[in-house]
Structures are given as C-alpha cells and as structure tokens.
C-alpha cells in the first residue's frame, strides 16, 4: 500500500502541500488538537481517533462538540472509534500505523505505555513513523507524572509575573498560549522530523511541553536574565525597553502608540504637534526617556485625548510611526485589512447554514490552505477507514459488536 494511502478519500483536499502524509491524531482538549491542526490545513490526511461513543468520558476541555471551541480546533480531519483499552483495538491501530507517517498524542506519559502504544511500540511496528509527544512539563524529570494545564504553565513558565499592570499582582493572557505555542511547536518539530526521514529513511520520537513552550516564549525576557542578570517585572501597557511605547487615551477611546528609536520619537512628537518635547532634556535619548517615562506618557496623553483614535492613527501612520486602534473581537474582524487577508474562512455549513473557521495564519503562493470540511462526528468515518484497510462489513460489525470500534 502506498504511504499515506489508508487515510485517502477526502472529497476535497485542504491544501496539496501535505497530502501524501497519514496522521493518527490521538490527542485531547487543546494543545494536540492544535498540533494536528496545523498538519491538517495544509492537506495531511487526518484521522481524529477516539473512544467509542459507549466509552466516551468526553473531551473536559473541549466544549461540546458542536461548540465553536472544540469545531474550531477539528476542522479538515475524517473520525473513527477505536477502544484503546482493549488488546483488540491497540492491535487496530497498529494495522493503522504500518502504513501512517505521524502519531500525535498528548496523553499523561504513563499512560501510552500502560496501554502499549508508546514511541517504541510503534517504532516497531514502522521505523518510519514520526511520534509526536505533548505534556504538561515534559516525557521524564520530578514533574513529568503531573497534569498539565495553560494557566500553571503560564505561572510556572514565569509569564505571569512580567503581566499586568506593576504592583498588580500576577496576571494571566488572554488565550492560552502555552497550550497553543507547545501545539504549534509540536508540528514545527514533526514537519522537521519528516524532512529528515527523508534523507535517514527513520522516524523519531518529537516531543514537546506546555512549560518548555512558555520558557521559549518569554524571548526577550528570558534572555535578559540569562545574559544580563535582569529579573524582568510587570510593566503594565508600557514596553519595558522601548519608550515611549503603550497605551494612550483619545478622545473616544485608546490606542497604542510604539515609538521607539530617536528618528522615530521625533516623528511622533512632530506628527503630535509637541515639537516642545523634542527640546526637553529629559527626552533626548531613549535612556532618559526610560528614566522619565511616566512623566513622558503623561505629556503625550495631554495631547492624545483631544481628538479621536481615527484622527491619531491617521496622522501617526502618515508620519511613519507604528500605532493603531485597541480593538474588541468584533470590530477587528470588521477591519477592513483583516477582511482583505481573509483569515475568517467560510464553509457551507449544511443545515447549520454558513460557518466561519479561524484560517491559517501563513499563505503560500501555489498550495494554500483551505477549510473544506467541518469535524467530523463521533465515529463518522469508521467504517470507510476500515474498508480502505482491506476489513470487510461482517468483521466491522463484530468489532463494533465487541465495542472494539
């Protein structure tokens, strides 16, 4: 059988850039789902495999099915049942793997070798195959058997401390980005793996963790400790190193305002019609605006609440000074560039009429990446999967009858 060929028969591809790979997505709640996410719009022939519907605990992260959440997250995958409790259906989804090029789960790392179906299992059953692991705090060390969760990993991963307002206390973001950085690290690291099989002709084992992601993504930060010593604190809208840069009130609302550098400083200042701070002493260089940054935003807010953010932003953009409006959800879809990259994608959504996905980020020139198709049911393609593995109808029913599938 060709590589890849047991998970065919889409009836329209997401994109063509991965579509000569198989994927077993084995994950849960969000940071896996992410991962195959990821794999999946840009053509990789999922299939999402889970409990059978009897069995089912249900996804306590996930919402419900037809959620956005949880729709959001399955978008272009087909579904199976497999019980992987029983030596059956681990046998099941070994059939699956010889012919596959990915797994991705992101059980607790004791449970894929109780139930047999760790990286080695698998590696056995296909040299091949590219494993993909995501857990709370890595595969191994004194944390590896804890639960995983966003907000610890934000806590533990030392984001917390460096948001919010000074003197605030910890404050979490917004989205869980532990759990959607470790994701998207995930594929990055299986998509590098899949190019080296290329020359090595063997998989390996990818791994990943919330808190590994969340340390990788402090960036700046963490560097400023690592080289320089400097325990970085909260500083609230204000950037820490670049000033004047933050959030400024306008006449209806606010806006955000970066203008770090001296040229550009001195075309905001102009642009604000206050030529008179460009002749304070205090605000000649980037190192004193720091020292004196609270007197600085206060001078510039003088000026910025005496008309509209429209107005700002205008002449701001026109002088070449990054700023823009402060957003609710709605009105950035409503923004006119937002809409002109298209990133809310539609797609018929059958009887519950049109439904927009949040696209991929990413655009290539020749293989883009599409919705074609909304996730799948509970077991909704178990049957044609099996078919496609050489099972006939009577054996796909005394494996349904033995809650196998």
Known sequence: MPEGHVAGGHAM?????????????????????TCVRQLADWGAKVIKIEMPPALDEGDPMGGPRHGS????????????????KSPDGVALLKKLAETADVIVENFRPDVKKRLGIDYEAMAKVNPRIVYASISGFGQDGPYAGRPGFDQIAQGMGGLMSITGLPGQGPVRVGIPIADLTAGIFAAQGILVALLEREVSGKGQWVQSSLLQAQIFMLDFQASRWLMEGQVPKQAGNNHPTSIPTGVF???DGFMNIAASGNKIWERCARALGRDDLLADERYKTAGSRSQHRDALNA????TTRTNTTAHWVNALNEAGVPCGPIYKVDEMFADPQVQHLGIAQKLNGGNKGEVAYVGQPITLSRTPSKIVSHPPEIGQHTDEILKELGY??????DLRSRQVI
Request: proline letters at 4%; zero cysteines.
């Open 249 to 251: 009130p306008t006449s």
């Open 299 to 302: 001078e510039i807010e003088k």
């Open 13 to 33: 591809q997401a994109s063509t850039a991965l579509s000569r790979f198989t994927v077993l997505d084995l994950t849960r709640v969000r940071s896996g789902p």
């Open 69 to 84: 959440d949880f729709q959001n997250l399955h978008r272009n995958k087909r579904g199976m049942t497999i019980n992987l």
């Open 392 to 397: 006939d109808q009577a054996r796909i029913d």
